[in-house]
């Protein structure tokens, strides 16, 4: 009986030591694993739903265009800005980048398309606004470009390049009260706005308020001396006062001027001035800077 007894314990001894014991240390590497399964779990549909965003946004990337007048180095510039949008479609720079080349090379539909994405993705990004909206009214859709300068005033009411933009919109929308309204709250904010004081005197020349002009003109030399279209005006304005030398003097001066460059246009322009300089002498070209003088001549 003791024999028995003994053998029994030594059964029951021995199942116990090759039991496992759930110490901390032995289940700290199993609920280790299992956590970071449930991450991975948990990842899979945010990965899947993130894939589909992104092919979503590529299938709407605009397909590149037909080149006809660029030249090489204008070719590889779309192609490289293309290649960079479709290798991070989520992001609003390089979408809004390669709207820019388009821009500048006068591609309206596929930069208007690549705005409106990067728009999409950062609807609080200034540029974007901006630069649709320079867009829309270059291409004579006016009820577009007021909504989108007005927006761009939602984030910077007191700029008085945007406010100068808008009375210049007015301007050419026949809607003279508006821009005049427009034009006299970016000169109380820059008194030597350009584009402004250019359109309040070109108000002023229509009303045959001379000296008004002259007033607006004269300090924009300043600043601006080779401005083409303060020239024009000023000489408009000096024939009508019977000054027919400084008229001829400003009107020989206005032929081969400048223009007015904001920061931000001068960064758009710069996309195609250089490939277009360095890159030899497209067909093209002629026209494409002819068009990009319009603004200022």
Not at 81 to 107: C, K, N, V, W
Not at 108 to 126: C, F, G, K, M, V
Request: one cysteine or more; glycine letters at 4%; a neutral charge.
């Amino acid at each position: 009986m003791v024999a028995v007894k003994f053998h029994r314990c030594l059964i029951d001894r021995r199942c116990y030591d090759e039991m496992t014991v759930n110490t901390f240390s032995n289940t700290m590497p199993r609920h280790r694993t299992s956590l970071i399964a449930l991450v991975l779990l948990a990842a899979l549909p945010i990965n899947a739903a993130c894939q589909r965003e992104r092919e979503s946004l590529i299938s709407r990337l605009p397909l590149p265009p037909k080149f006809f007048y660029q030249n090489r180095l204008s070719i590889e510039l779309f192609r490289e800005a293309d290649r960079l949008a479709r290798q991070e479609p989520l992001s609003a720079e390089r979408i809004g980048r390669l709207g820019m080349t388009y821009h500048a090379y006068r591609f309206t539909d596929e930069a208007r398309q690549s705005y409106e994405l990067a728009r999409n993705i950062a609807p609080n990004e200034y540029r974007w606004i901006y630069y649709q909206a320079f867009l829309e009214k270059s291409v004579f859709d006016f009820r577009k470009a007021e909504s989108l300068f007005q927006r761009a005033l939602e984030f910077k009411s007191d700029s008085a390049e945007v406010l100068a933009e808008l009375g210049d919109l007015y301007l050419k929308w026949n809607r003279p009260d508006d821009a005049a309204t427009h034009f006299t709250k970016a000169l109380t904010i820059e008194p030597l706005q350009p584009l402004a004081a250019l359109g309040q005197a070109r108000l002023a020349l229509i009303t045959e308020r001379w000296d008004e002009a002259l007033t607006l003109l004269v300090p924009i030399l300043d600043t601006h001396p080779r401005l083409s279209l303060c020239h024009k005006y000023l000489a408009r304005a000096y024939v009508n006062l019977g000054l027919t030398d400084k008229a001829e003097q400003h009107l020989s001066l206005s032929d081969y001027g400048s223009g007015i460059e904001t920061p931000l246009m001068g960064e758009l322009h710069e996309l195609s001035v250089d490939p277009i300089v360095n890159g030899g002498k497209p067909e093209g070209a002629l026209d494409l800077m002819q068009i990009k003088c319009t603004r200022c001549h």
